[in-house]
Structures are given as structure tokens and as C-alpha cells.
């Protein structure tokens, strides 16, 4: 045990070294290849403005995304309906998606519980 966490250290020491020499330079390419989307200068009303412009366009996206909603919705109904014309192939991609919802909505579980398995700090 302790000679793993030796690994881990010293694995740990390289990363921080690896950032402290390359993170600037990585900091400065990607500001760089992105300077078109840099409001100059960033003031508080600046920042206001474009939080506003922000929450009513996805609040003006909201019909849209309703509309796609129920023709999902829609279509998962008449799968289900015409179940007996699946293939097993569409069952099992079915199956791992809904397992795959599970074991995020697990991990989202364990991670709010302050990563214990068995429950809550009381």
C-alpha cells in the first residue's frame, strides 16, 4: 500500500511540474485561438448583459426543444407498441442506455453523499 501511494505521489509531482511548465503556454494558445469570442473591456455591465442575452436565447429555444420532446416521446410510444417487430440489437442498445442512466444516476449518488457507499454523514 505504501509503495503505491509513492506511484501516486511521485506521478502526481510530474503532473504538477508538466503544468507549471506548459499551463501558460497552453493558457496563452487557447485565449489566442479564441480571441473573437473576448469581450474587451470586461466590465460588470458587460457581463450582465451578456448573462441576459444568454438566458433568453435558450429561453426562446424552449418551444423548440418541447416540440423535439414530444416527437421523441412519440416515437418511443409507438416502439413499444410495434415491440414485437424489434431486433434484439435494438433491445440490447435499449438495455445499456437504460443501465448506463442507472449507473450515472449512481455515481451522482455516491458523489452527493460525499463518495460513502453506505450513506449519509449524520
Request: glycine share 6%; charged share 25%; with cysteine.
Amino acid at each position: 500500500m505504501a509503495s503505491k501511494l509513492k506511484q501516486l505521489q511521485s506521478k502526481a509531482t510530474l503532473a504538477s511540474e508538466f503544468l507549471s511548465k506548459h499551463g501558460t503556454t497552453y493558457y496563452k494558445q487557447l485565449l489566442e485561438q479564441n480571441k473573437q469570442y473576448i469581450q474587451e473591456p470586461a466590465t460588470v455591465e458587460k457581463c450582465n448583459e451578456l448573462s441576459k442575452q444568454l438566458f433568453y436565447t435558450r429561453l426562446a429555444s424552449l418551444p423548440s426543444r418541447n416540440e423535439s420532446f414530444w416527437k421523441e416521446l412519440n416515437h418511443v410510444k409507438d416502439l413499444w407498441k410495434n415491440r414485437k417487430d424489434l431486433h434484439v440489437e435494438q433491445v440490447g442498445i435499449a438495455s445499456l442506455f437504460g443501465l448506463e442512466c442507472f449507473a450515472w444516476f449512481c455515481a451522482g449518488e455516491i458523489i452527493g453523499r460525499g463518495f460513502t457507499f453506505t450513506g449519509y454523514y449524520v
